[in-house]
């Protein structure tokens, strides 16, 4: 029975992240079909808006940074099932977000409100392309293990955890962190920049580069100098940029390795990095079995 409801779990941990994380992409965005968005908002509060928007980004960044830290893993919930610890870190950044959902607050004023329709056009391919990329990114590091299932699907046929190896394709081979890259991209390409979608980004940019501090020097720890030559010679978030001299980046390093099954040598492949916020489809499929 125990089995059953840890599946059950994963898969509602997964429903409800690609639920927020769909309603987010198409929140952040002026949308006329959306009766509620970043600059509409749910309910009306009479505080001051700055306050309640930065309080709910540092919920949330705290949540997330919390959970993703080895000791909340590995010490309070050390006797707490992979399966359980994956799914929990899902339900809790769905209802983070629900809660930002909910009582985001508008601020009055724009940084920028472009009204032709050429460039307004432009800038909605970006913000387009920006969250295509994220979502794409996640399937090369395995878009299943990221969001909890496959962990879910091993408890439940009683696969052991298979080891992890280092591996560079697809998207990685040009920018080590695509899915948030992308996600920046996502949040930054608006014809409307009101001053609460401002505080949004600026919040989700700082914790971005905060968590790819954390990320990379955990893939360094993991991976040694396989990593620390990727480094060297693949930029962090720009593409074909000169990746000569820049030792800083060693210093502004997303959260533990998320890697992507391989099912007929029974280990997990690992590609440059983070969470994937987007390879080749991943499609599990259990080794046989003699």
Not at 45 to 64: C, K, M, R, W
Not at 169 to 177: A, E, Q, V
Not at 274 to 286: D, F, M, R, V
Request: charged fraction near 15%; aromatic fraction near 16%; proline fraction near 6%.
């Amino acid at each position: 029975m125990r089995k059953y409801l840890r599946f059950s779990y994963s898969v509602i941990g997964y429903v409800l992240s690609i639920s927020t994380l769909s309603f987010l992409i198409l929140w952040v965005y002026p949308w006329k079909f959306m009766q509620f968005n970043i600059d509409t908002p749910v309910i009306n509060l009479e505080v001051n808006p700055v306050l309640i928007n930065i309080s709910l980004l540092l919920f949330f960044a705290l949540q997330h940074s919390i959970m993703a830290r080895s000791f909340f893993k590995e010490g309070l919930l050390k006797n707490v099932s992979n399966t359980v610890k994956s799914a929990s870190y899902s339900v809790a950044s769905s209802l983070c977000l629900i809660l930002m959902f909910y009582f985001w607050q508008p601020i009055d004023g724009y940084i920028w409100n472009v009204q032709n329709g050429v460039i307004s056009w432009s800038i909605t391919t970006l913000y387009v392309v920006g969250w295509l990329v994220a979502f794409l990114a996640t399937f090369i590091i395995d878009h299943f293990e990221l969001f909890g299932l496959h962990q879910g699907y091993r408890a439940f046929k009683n696969i052991p955890e298979p080891k992890i190896k280092f591996q560079i394709s697809y998207l990685y081979k040009y920018i080590r962190h695509p899915v948030q890259a992308g996600t920046l991209v996502g949040l930054w390409a608006t014809p409307s920049m009101s001053y609460s979608h401002l505080v949004l980004s600026v919040g989700m940019t700082i914790y971005v580069f905060i968590g790819l501090h954390y990320e990379e020097k955990s893939l360094i720890t993991t991976f040694g100098k396989e990593y620390d030559d990727y480094m060297k010679n693949t930029p962090m978030l720009i593409p074909f940029i000169n990746t000569k001299n820049r030792s800083l980046e060693r210093n502004i390093l997303a959260r533990p390795p998320f890697p992507r099954w391989n099912a007929d040598t029974n280990t997990k492949t690992q590609n440059s990095a983070i969470e994937t916020p987007l390879n080749k489809t991943a499609i599990y499929t259990p080794p046989k079995r003699g």
